[in-house]
């Protein structure tokens, strides 16, 4: 039936054409997907015969599925529908205006500028007007008192402007947002069967009777019914929430759906539904209904948390099966706020506390004395035509007391961190990161580790074998073929091209002198490549053996690390080639092919001689080892195929090779600039012990002759895990700070040691960790880190799914640009704070003060909102726009509990602070007298704009504009200028700002309180507010040591960080709350363990007296092994160096741990576990529990 050609279907099909349409309709297809195991495998036998008859009525081969023909598939579009489930609506602008109106403080402004603009056109009637005199008066004209309406009028413009351009960037940010969404979305390709090729193809151009080769690490764009299938197992958690995976076969549960991932083996299916009528499209369907509902609902509940509403919203997918995982990641994706909205939010809440008592303060005040003065003092009688003359009053000291509030209240820190954010992750495109999750791009700069992966992240992963041992012999290089026994070639050669994907191939190089390109999974191309070397091409057997008749596959999976294939002889027996790790397979081998290709037993004591004089070198050279292996077995009976234990045993190994990986020319620098910005790099790889050391050595991950801990996943958790083999929190703080690299590991040992660290309470503050990761079983350890890096080429979909970054080139270099842009993004928010808060500092206390003193606001509630204007929205674009420098790696990770405004931000804050209230208090009491012109203190209630008011206005934008140079350095550099012209943004928005200010002053008359000024007071202005330069460099010749007594503030305490959530986490974690349970028995254990330990202490000390020291034999349980001093020194220790810290630190640590005495009762039991009493740099060997050779412990490199 397979070799029946598509041309033929079309043919038979040609009848069927006066249909119109195709053998089945949407409905049914439909109803078949719904079908799940046996209940499918009856239906498609009772409708269709079987999945070939399925196949005809899609008129589509099971071989070489669909003709790439464009009409056909654009008309099953058209019948079936497209794979692309449309986004839901983007909100509208006037939507986002709306939004943007909720804002508190605005409709505070709007209340009272509306009150004032109704009350400034009431004139009280004639007899009053006398009366009320002393409160209307000193109006010069009629003309200027009807212009009373102009300052409520202007509070409102302002209002709509701060509107209207927070709109905006919400608008734009959610375009830019789309943006990176449909470009995540080009980047997902699928393979598909079309004209017999197989071709890669955009997920949304898969139709209905395309064959999809699925295989591991897919997560699969659309509906379909298994035709062939090896091993394969589907985790279907995302749609029926069973954690089990799901093995599937055409003749037991042939039903695959969209959004599920693939998790173990590969196969073929025919498309059968997409888009919206696929599984995941249904539940879109459903939820996008719901959704609307819960719209309705949310509306009438309060918008409590806006700021963590967007967080949370997901991605917007316009594809069916990333679309299922994004609606769940607001549950899954449980990340703490990222560090710095964490101490923004503490931050805002604490400015926006002092600004409300500083205005409440105020009004309270004002509205006191007005009343004293005029109904106590001047003993004025209250009269009632006068009432809206004294409300109008109020009215203005309200308005006075809101300004106040509305520039304390930092409302440009959000738009400020969004610009920086979206403005860094447009840019990182560039340095080849793809960020998913904004907020991810900031935590980056706070990473204190970094847990990467090896192949292919650290090294080229272009896998090439380089040494081989084969029939007794250990080549060094690539043998000659003709070396080689016949026979065991031949069986190199099968084993090879048959027992491994036959996706992966080697293909011509693109560019002439290239190298060949490798397609799939780069070891086998790497021993596809050792075909080709050895003159031979594995193409003829693979047509020879084509994947339908191979007989069973196991396919390589993290538990067996190897991979089978069985297929069957013409003699009826079955023949199986193994392939894998070279320890694990040499294990299962009883025999070995000898000098002339004849099996011989092979014992033990030879594997034991083999690991050290073959595997050991290859191993220390930085070479990956694969063995390979066959097995033969007779036709009957026939084995039991599923009993793995037994079918994997009795091995012959063929032969065994080194596969050398480079290392990425450009990776040692990379980790060198981590070392010195202070973050640990660690290597987590599968590979063994001696490769990974070596290429840990060639990155500079470790340098010979450190003290840093190489282990491999057993030893790892042998330390991790009580006698229960539960994981405890304290046993990983043993390990971590000296672990930098983790060989043959799983992922779960991954997960373990990226959440230890994070949960450690043993360093000053909680590490930060960035984990690396393309394979499916990745996806926990990315989940759990705080950023977590899929890579683009070589990782699979689940692990893009879970990551937060994707670099698009594989490569580590990049993660480093990814840590200098997160630094950039923190520095750029520091350095808006910093001169947001000077304007904050001032503007509220000048509004203060003037009010009470003179019962006016130095600033009118307009220049006020102006100034607002400068300081949040023009700043926050001109400082969060500054590009990187590479200095920005020279220092050590912020971390957690440093306060956002560090010292020396709190120095320059007062300094210029201090500055400016001068300036402007001078002006204010002493101006008239400086200039030469009338006061323009105690005006009354609509007086126009005095020259007085509008210099010290002028003079405090001045200050501000010079100060915004004087921001671009927040950690004491005297140079401001620079790098300045590298930011042209900036230059504009200060030229910018400029331009408008001399227009506001020179023509903005009533609305602005303005008089223009002429060129001589103008020059005042510039000049005063040029001495904030000059001032910025007296400010940073003061020692900020002489400056104790300030404080940071913003900062994050061990209690903010853990957010509800991150206590209540996903059930899976239930470490918190078992461990609540468990510690009434662990300290119960514990006791009696002390209690053993120290009987059995006694008794060793006895007979070691004797015996001498040595008693490797009696580390009788791990607890013992654990509580050794050799660590517990080191966790008393309060400062754990990093790298980069001085060797002076460490030298003094290992004094510290050599000088401690070895008498038994300190030491209560180092004899009993075996451990060298005396701790030094080296640790011995003995410490190492005698198991094979491989099993190396600590490094004394």
Known sequence: ?????????????????????????????????????????????????????????????????????????????????????????????LQLVWEALQDVTLIILELAAIISLGLSFYQPPGAGIELCGAASGGVEDEGESQAGWIEGAAILLSVACVVIVTAFNDWSKEKQFRGLQSRIEQEQKFSVVRAG???????????????????????LPADGILIQGNDLKIDESSLTGESDHVSKAPDKDPMLLSGTHVMEGSGRMVVTAVGVNSQTGIIFTLLGASAEEEEKKEKKAKKKNRAAAMEMQPLKSAEGGVGVEKKKKPHMHKKEKSVLQGKLTKLAVQIGKAGLIMSAITVIILILYFTIQKFVIEKTPWLPECTPVYIQYFV?????????????????????????????????????????????????????????????????????????????????????????????????????????????????????????????????????????????????????????????????????????????????????????????????????LNAVGEPRVFRPRDRDEMVKKVIEPMACEGLRTICIAYRDFPASPEPDWDNENYILKDLTCICVVGIEDPVRPEVPEAIRKCQRAGITVRMVTGDNINTARAIAIKCGIIHPGEDFLCIDGKEFNRRIRNEKGEVEQERIDKVWPKLRVLARSSPTDKHTLVKGIIDSKQVGQRQVVAVTGDGT????????ADVGFAMGIAGTDVAKEASD????????????????????????????????????????????????????????????????????????LALATEPPTESLLTRK???????????????????????????????????????????????????????????????????????????????????????????????????????????????????????????????WCLFIGFGELLWGQVISTIPKNSLNFLKGAGQLTHKDEMPEEEMNEDTEEIDHSERELRRGQILWFRGLNRIQ?????????????????????????????????????????????????????????????????????????????????????????????????????????
């Not at 799940?36 to 599925?65: F, H, M, Q």
């Not at 580590?812 to 947001?836: C, E, H, P, T």
């Not at 200028?977 to 943004?985: A, C, E, K, S, Y």
Request: aromatic residues 8%; neutral net charge; glycine residues 6%.
């Open 396 to 592: 203005k000291f309200f308005i006075i007391g809101v300004t106040v509030l509305v520039v304390a209240v930092p409302e440009g820190l959000p738009l400020a961190v969004t610009i920086s954010l979206a403005y860094s992750v447009k840019k990182m495109m560039k340095d080849n990161n793809l960020v998913r999750h904004l907020d991810a791009c900031e935590t980056m700069g706070n990473a204190t580790a970094i847990c990467s992966d090896k192949t292919g992240t650290l090294t080229t992963n272009r896998m090439t074998v380089v040494q081989a041992y084969v029939g007794d012999t250990h080549y060094k290089e690539i043998p000659d073929p003709d070396a080689l026994p016949a026979k065991t070639l031949d069986l190199i050669i099968y084993s090879i091209s048959i027992n491994s994907a036959y996706t992966t191939k080697i293909l011509p190089p693109d560019k002439d002198g290239g190298l060949p390109r490798q397609v799939g999974n780069k070891t086998e191309c790497g021993l596809l490549g050792f075909i080709l070397d050895l003159k031979r091409d594995y193409q003829p057997i693979r047509n020879q053996i084509p994947e339908e008749k191979l007989y069973k596959v196991y396919t390589f999976n993290s538990v067996r690390k190897s991979m089978s294939t069985v297929t069957k002889l013409p003699n009826r027996s079955f023949r199986m080639y193994s392939k894998g790790a070279s320890e694990i397979i040499l294990k299962k081998c009883s025999y070995i």
């Open 893 to 1019: 990770p912020y971390g957690r509990n440093k306060p956002l405004i560090s010292r020396t931000m709190m120095k320059n804050i007062l300094g210029h602070g201090i500055y400016q209230l001068v300036i402007i208090f001078t002006l204010l009491f002493a101006g008239e007298q400086i200039f030469d012109i009338d006061s323009g203190r105690n005006a009354p209630l609509h007086a126009p704009a005095s020259e007085h008011y509008t210099i010290i206005f002028n003079t405090f934008v001045m200050m501000q504009l010079f100060n915004e140079i004087n921001a671009r350095k927040i950690h004491g550099e005297r140079n401001v200028f620079d790098g300045i012209f590298r930011n042209p943004i900036f230059c504009s928005i200060v030229l910018g700002t400029l331009g408008v200010q001399i227009i506001i002053v020179q023509f903005g008359g009533k609305p602005f309180s303005c008089f223009p000024l002429d060129v001589d007071k103008w020059l």
């Open 805 to 876: 970054i994707i670099l698009t080139d594989d490569n580590f270099s990049s993660i480093v640009k990814a840590v200098m842009w997160g630094r950039n993004v923190y520095d750029s928010i520091s350095k808006f704070l910093q001169f947001q808060l000077t304007v904050n500092v001032v503007a509220v206390i000048v509004a203060f003060t003037g009010a009470c003193i003179t019962q006016d606001s130095p600033l009118k509630a307009v220049q006020m909102l102006w100034v607002n204007l400068i300081m949040d929205t023009f700043a926050s």
């Open 777 to 784: 079983n990745d996806g926990p350890a990315l989940k759990k």
């Open 1093 to 1197: 330990t120290q009987i059995r202490v006694v008794k060793a000390f006895r007979s070691s007296l004797y015996e001498g020291l040595e008693k490797p034999e009696s580390k009788s349980s791990i607890h013992n092994f654990m509580t050794h001093p050799e660590f517990r020194i080191e966790d008393s220790q309060p400062h754990i160096p990093l790298i980069d810290d001085t060797d002076i630190e460490e030298d003094a640590a290992l004094k510290q741990n050599s000088s401690q005495p070895s008498s038994p009762n300190k030491n209560n039991n180092a004899i009993d576990s075996g451990i060298n009493l005396t701790t030094d740099t080296s640790k011995s060997a003995s410490s190492s529990s005698p198991g094979s050779p491989l099993h190396s412990l600590e490094t004394s490199l």
């Open 1 to 93: 039936m397979g070799d029946m050609t598509n041309s033929v279907f079309y043919a038979k099909n040609q009848r069927n054409e006066a249909k119109g349409e195709f053998g089945c309709t949407l409905e049914e297809l439909r109803s078949l997907m719904e079908l799940r195991g046996s209940d499918a495998v009856i239906k498609i036998r009772e409708d269709y015969g079987d999945t070939n008859g399925l196949c005809r009525r899609l008129r589509t081969s099971p071989t070489d599925g669909l003709l790439n023909n464009p009409l056909d598939l654009e008309k099953r579009k058209d019948v079936y529908g497209e794979n692309f489930i449309p986004p839901k609506k983007p909100k509208t602008f």
């Open 197 to 219: 090729t197989v071709i890669q193809i955009l997920v949304a151009d898969i139709v209905i009777g395309d064959i999809a080769q699925v295989k591991y690490g897919d997560l």
